[in-house]
């Protein structure tokens, strides 16, 4: 599997250097291919972040909720505070 990502991201990267000639007959598929290539590198790009925002996110989340239960503390006794009179 990783063989055929490593490939096809070459196969990706040749479609995007490119350079269509705009007089070539195939000039609109080219750019469509290029569009579509793009469009693809940009989606996978968002997704490993998110995958990779979410993972510390949920650690981050873990660490807060472990500190929290660390804090949590019996009570203590509230102490009463009463004016001074005048």
Known sequence: MTRLVGKSLRK??????LAPAP?????VKLLAMQKDAATNVVNMSIKADESRFRVQNESAIVAILQEVRALKKPALPAIEVHAASS
Request: charged content about 55%.
């Open 23 to 27: 007089w070539d007959e195939d000039y």
């Open 12 to 17: 990706l990267e040749e479609i995007l250097d």
